[in-house]
C-alpha cells in the first residue's frame, strides 16, 4: 500500500514538472517578446513549481528507504522537510519578485501586448487552475502535505496568472500600465504564503 502511495506521489509530482516546465518556457517567450515583468514573474513561479515537484519527488524517495540501526522507525519524516523546503522556495520566490516589482517602479517598462499574448496567457491560466486542483485532490487522497501544498501554490499561480491577464487588458484599453504595483501585490503575498507554509510546517 505504502509503496504504491509513493508511485501516485511519483507520478503526480513528474507531471507537475513537465507541466510547469512548459508554462515557464512559454511565458518567457510572452515575457521577452511583449516586455512585460509580470508576465516573466509568472515564468519565474512556474519554475518554482517545477523545483517544488522535483523536492517532493526526492523527498519521497528518500522517504521510502527502509529503516536501519540509525532509523529503526524508518525516514517517513523527511518528507516534512520535503514540504519545509517547498514553503522555503515559495518564500525565496516571493523576494525575488517583490525585488523585480521595486525595480520596475522605479524605471517603469513600456509592454508591448499582442492578441497572442493574452490568448496564451489564457490558456496558461486554465493549466493551472486544472494542474493545482489535480494536485490538491492526489494530495488528499494519499495524504500528502507536498502535493497538497504543491497544489496551493499551483491555484495561487492561475490567481496570479490573471491578475496579470487583466493588467495586460487594462493597458491594451487605457494605455495605462500597473504591472509593477500588481507585481508588487502579488510579490507581498507570496511571501506571507511562504511564511504562514513554514510556520504550520515548523510547529
Known amino acids: 500500500m505504502e509503496s504504491?502511495?509513493?508511485?501516485?506521489?511519483?507520478?503526480?509530482?513528474?507531471?507537475?514538472?513537465?507541466?510547469n516546465l512548459l508554462l515557464s518556457i512559454m511565458k518567457v517567450v510572452l515575457g521577452v517578446?511583449?516586455?512585460?515583468?509580470?508576465?516573466?514573474?509568472?515564468?519565474?513561479?512556474?519554475?518554482s513549481?517545477?523545483?517544488?515537484?522535483?523536492?517532493?519527488?526526492?523527498?519521497?524517495?528518500?522517504?521510502?528507504?527502509k529503516q536501519d540501526?540509525?532509523?529503526?522507525f524508518?525516514?517517513?519524516?523527511?518528507?516534512?522537510?520535503?514540504?519545509?523546503?517547498?514553503?522555503m522556495l515559495i518564500f525565496y520566490a516571493g523576494v525575488t519578485s517583490l525585488k523585480k516589482s521595486i525595480e520596475a517602479l522605479l524605471v517603469p517598462p513600456v509592454p508591448d501586448y499582442q492578441n497572442i499574448t493574452l490568448f496564451f496567457l489564457?490558456?496558461?491560466v486554465f493549466v493551472k487552475f486544472l494542474l493545482g486542483s489535480y494536485f490538491r485532490k492526489v494530495g488528499k487522497d494519499v495524504h500528502s502535505d507536498s502535493l497538497w501544498n504543491s497544489g496551493?501554490?499551483?491555484?495561487?499561480?492561475?490567481?496570479?496568472?490573471?491578475?496579470?491577464?487583466?493588467?495586460?487588458?487594462?493597458?491594451?484599453?487605457?494605455?495605462i500600465s500597473i504591472e509593477a504595483w500588481l507585481?508588487?501585490?502579488?510579490?507581498v503575498w507570496i511571501i506571507k504564503s511562504g511564511f504562514f507554509m513554514l510556520k504550520e510546517i515548523i510547529s
Open 4 to 19: 504504491l502511495r509513493q508511485k501516485v506521489i511519483m507520478r503526480t509530482s513528474w507531471i507537475g514538472i513537465g507541466t
Open 49 to 65: 513549481d517545477a523545483a517544488s515537484s522535483l523536492i517532493t519527488i526526492i523527498g519521497t524517495w528518500l522517504a521510502a528507504k
Open 183 to 187: 507585481g508588487l501585490l502579488i510579490s
Open 74 to 87: 524508518g525516514y517517513g519524516r523527511i518528507e516534512y522537510f520535503s514540504t519545509l523546503l517547498i514553503a
Open 152 to 175: 496551493t501554490e499551483a491555484l495561487f499561480d492561475a490567481v496570479v496568472s490573471i491578475s496579470t491577464l487583466i493588467a495586460a487588458l487594462i493597458y491594451l484599453l487605457t494605455k
Open 122 to 124: 489564457a490558456i496558461g
Open 33 to 47: 517578446l511583449s516586455n512585460s515583468v509580470a508576465i516573466l514573474m509568472d515564468a519565474v513561479n512556474n519554475i
Open 69 to 72: 540501526q540509525k532509523h529503526p
